[in-house]
Nanobody, 121 residues
Framework: QVQLEESGGGLVQAGGSLRLSCAAS????????MCWFRQAPGKEREFVAI???????VYADSVKGRFTISRDNAKNTVYLQMNSLKPDDTAVYYC???????????????WGKGTLVTVSS
């Protein structure tokens, strides 16, 4: 079993920055990718970014150029640096882990409980 715990959410003004962290604990059985999703009020949970242990990354078009996913494999921690934040980025941000190669919600093997990010205009 793997446990994921997010931190770093909060309230920020539009144009500001935040950095989210997600620490993984427990036993992983093989190489894995760590991901970020988000869910805004009244909307479905959507993909934000993914990073594989080998370094490859994929971003959602809505965050490309503003968000950066990074990973410290030694600490089993993934980060999401969010810059130039917009009110539309307001959501609960979830960390997830997958042993697979896809980044859909259904492909995730483990989820964190989420951390709230609120961007004021």
């Amino acid at each position: 079993q793997v446990q994921l715990e997010e931190s770093g959410g909060g309230l920020v003004q539009a144009g500001g920055s935040l950095r989210l962290s997600c620490a993984a604990s427990g036993r992983t059985t093989r190489s894995y990718a760590m991901c970020w999703f988000r869910q805004a009020p009244g909307k479905e949970r959507e993909f934000v970014a993914i990073k594989w242990s080998g370094g490859n990354t994929v971003y959602a078009d809505s965050v490309k150029g503003r968000f950066t996913i990074s990973r410290d494999n030694a600490k089993n921690t993934v980060y999401l640096q969010m810059n130039s934040l917009k009110p539309d980025d307001t959501a609960v941000y979830y960390c997830a882990l997958t042993y697979g190669s896809r980044w859909s919600r259904e492909a995730m093997d483990y989820w964190g409980k989420g951390t709230l990010v609120t961007v004021s205009s």
